[in-house]
């Protein structure tokens, strides 16, 4: 494994490929083929997107948020070479809902808001709702593990250049 | 921004390597060692350590209060002192005016202003009391993991380092990169692969 601080600027790039290629899996429809098939679960796009585009020469980031934003923007943004850096995601298993932001350069999940729990009244009752918690934090945490499985997969398969990354393309076009 | 509030940040780690046996006395021993101590009466602008994830005002790690099997559960806490500029300023301009004054003197030397600033802050820092800031952990010691309740850049460097300290353990940081590395279900030819990925390009415009 390479030094840390070395691999973390180096492969920045694969944590916003992710999370472009999870916007085409979910603007798709395709990422029902690679999650849990016994559970039901559905994803889409909240209500905030970070677009960064390394290829001018500054660097240009384009922000689009709010709950009815047009993503338009973020596919002219795509066109020119900018890859998605910052992603809010919406979880839904079984009807309940998990929202979160992923960071592509880290995969940090930041306002990382779980189905509502019962708060603690006592002493007693805090081991019941943290272990409650944790299980709530494992089910986003699973999920966005495999999605970032499969896509390692695909990313360094013969399939990535052969097919993959033209097929990303094509849905990039047609939306513009 | 804890495991139980409404919305948290976390950051997720790899524990290299394993806990001594037997398990509940080593973080025990590790928690009590880096223990935070109550930095009030002192002048230390910043003081940091575990503390408990119940009370994190009275740190206690008797027992296996910290146990919620099969995580281990705990707080790091750092008390910052923040002495607003123009305090320091009121205070600084004060006791030039007096030496001034008690002196008969006109001017007061770079080195000697240099000293009564530093005194002042020194004095400020034993009066004003710090601000704790808590940032959750769950360690999962079966499966070398650990989540931590804080991005912010500061905090993680100063988990990973009180972490190695206490447990002789470092934490990975779990990013794409590492990520990848650690994930099950990958050959070792197939994560060489990653070491040899370049960038790809979606732009319309360019043929890659």
Known sequence: ?176 | MGILSSSSSVVRYRVKGKVKEPLLDTIAHGLNKYRISEPDNNSDDKISGWTSFINPYLPDFSGSSFMYDPYVVFSLRIDKKSIPSKTIQKQYVTEITRRLANNDRTYISRHEKKEIKDRVISSLGMRIPATPNIYDVIWFPEKSSLWFFSTLKSANEEIESLFLKSFALSLIRLFPYTQAFYMEGFSDREKDKLNKLSPSNFAAARIN
Do not use: C
Request: avoid cysteine; aromatic fraction near 10%; charged fraction near 25%.
């Open chain 1, 1 to 176: 494994m390479l030094d840390i601080s070395v691999a973390y600027n180096r492969f920045r790039f694969i944590g916003q490929e992710f999370l472009t290629w999870l916007w085409y899996m979910i603007a798709t429809g395709r990422y029902t083929d690679i999650i849990d098939k016994d559970k039901n679960i559905s994803l889409s796009i909240g209500d905030r997107m970070v677009l960064e585009n390394r290829n001018s020469k500054d660097i240009e980031i384009i922000t689009i948020k709010g709950n009815q934003a047009d993503l338009k923007e973020g596919m002219v943004a795509l066109t020119k070479g900018a890859l998605v850096a910052e992603l809010s995601l919406v979880i839904h298993v079984n009807d309940l809902p998990w929202k979160l932001t992923l960071k592509g350069e880290s995969l940090d999940m930041t306002n990382l808001k779980t189905p509502a729990t019962g708060r603690p009244e006592t002493a007693d009752d805090l081991e019941g709702a943290f272990l409650e918690k944790v299980d709530l934090y494992e089910t986003s945490f699973h999920i966005t593990e495999q999605l970032y499985h499969n896509f390692f997969k695909q990313r360094i398969s013969n399939d990535w250049d052969n097919r993959i990354k033209t097929k990303i393309k094509t849905w990039i076009e047609t939306q513009n």
